[in-house]
């Protein structure tokens, strides 16, 4: 994953009028702001990093009105609900939905699963999965 500085950024932009956008995988609020604040409205800015949900706010003041949410496919009420808070800056909701699903989500309560008792044997070749695999085509 490329970062980029907004210097980089600028330079960027200003070479190649058909860039439109700018996605943060990284969670860097630093970064987003300094790129925010030297490009401003030039560019659409999508938010990527993988606890999205965390960095929603401050996103949303950046500019940053949308982001892919991982947690999307295993609860998507409360993706849904979560987003609408966001956008509608309901920060109290945020916060108390965010606390909550931090509680369930923690895993510290939780005893890990335990290693199966014999490891599988890695020694002997594995067939291929199909016929073409050792196809020299």
């Known amino acids: 994953m490329a970062t980029y500085s907004a210097d980089t950024l600028a330079r960027l932009a200003d070479s190649c009028p058909d860039l439109i956008g700018h996605k943060d995988g990284i969670g860097g609020i630093d970064a987003m702001t300094r790129i925010h604040t030297r490009l401003g409205e030039r560019l659409t800015y999508v938010g990527g990093p993988p606890t999205a949900e965390m960095f929603a706010l401050p996103y949303l003041e950046l500019g940053v009105t949308t982001y892919p949410s991982v947690i999307f496919n295993f609860l998507p009420d409360f993706t849904l609900e979560f987003y609408g808070a966001v956008r509608g800056r309901r920060h109290d909701t945020v916060i108390k939905m965010l606390d909550h699903r931090a509680d369930t989500w ?32």
């Not at 335990?114 to 016929?131: F, G, M």
């Open 106 to 137: 923690s895993t510290s309560s939780r005893p890990a699963r335990p290693p199966p008792a014999t490891a599988p044997d890695r020694s002997a070749p594995r067939r291929p999965i199909s016929p073409r695999a050792n196809s020299p085509n």
